[in-house]
């Protein structure tokens, strides 16, 4: 069965360094979306991405972040210079769009911790 | 302000004891609602999309129901296996917006045998 995966599982970095965390998503999904879970609290959205365009971004997603597209598979987050509060689990997510099936399959997600 | 709320916040179990959780959302348009299994440390797994009030769907031991202001979702005759964190989330209306999910703060259930 196709699955989202991510790399790494998990990463740890200090603060003011960048990070890039990685997505692989399902093969024939057109739309591709980060979240993040600080520990203990909801899964938040932080972007949208389809056709090598941001289609949407929350409050969070400021002139820190910056997704990419670099080939025909992956999908990445770029964090530029990390804040302690940067620490969450990272989640990708694919879709399909194909009339009202919009369900988004999630990866496991990236542990982020900055120190 | 779109809200999710999920009730109740954890769940104990025994296995066999069937029971509901229940997800309320406050939008101006849905487009669909969605519930996801959570295993510690892990993404959350697809479980069912609900479209309109009135609409159902089954799955194993789990049943989702949707009406015009909630949506919940029955576990009959649990097993320990069953044991997750359970997400609801809204995606909605927004002009151009390509669907984010908009998540409740879950219910984590716990079974025991």
């Known amino acids: 069965e196709p699955e989202v995966t991510q790399t790494p599982s998990h990463q740890v970095t200090q603060m003011g360094q960048e990070v890039i965390l990685r997505c692989v998503p399902i093969s024939n999904h057109l739309y591709f979306y980060w979240y993040r879970q600080i520990l203990g609290q909801k899964v938040e959205f932080l972007v949208s991405f389809y056709n090598n365009e941001i289609s949407e971004k929350s409050e969070i997603f400021d002139d820190q972040f910056s997704v990419e597209r670099p080939d025909g598979s992956n999908f990445t987050l770029k964090i530029r210079s990390t804040k302690l509060e940067d620490s969450a689990m990272y989640f990708c997510?694919?879709?399909?769009?194909?009339?009202?099936?919009?369900?988004?399959?999630f990866g496991p997600g990236t542990r982020l911790t900055v120190t | 302000e779109d809200q999710v709320t999920q009730s109740p916040e954890a769940l104990r179990l025994q296995e066999g004891e069937s029971s509901s959780l229940n997800c309320s959302y406050t939008?101006?348009?849905?487009?669909?609602l969605f519930w996801y299994r959570q295993d510690p440390g892990k993404g959350p797994e697809f479980l069912f999309t609900?479209?309109?009030a009135g609409e159902e769907k089954e799955k194993e031991r789990l049943k989702a129901t949707l009406t015009k202001k909630e949506s919940f979702l029955h576990i009959t005759a649990p097993k320990p296996e069953d044991s997750a964190t359970y997400l609801c989330?809204?995606?909605?209306?927004?002009?151009?917006?390509?669907?984010?999910?908009?998540f409740g703060a879950g219910t984590q259930v716990v079974v025991t045998p």
């Open positions: 939008v101006s348009g849905l487009r669909g």
């Open positions: 989330a809204v995606q909605a209306y927004y002009g151009d917006s390509w669907g984010k999910l908009q």
């Open positions: 997510a694919s879709s399909e769009a194909q009339g009202w099936t919009y369900e988004q399959y």
């Open positions: 609900l479209y309109s």
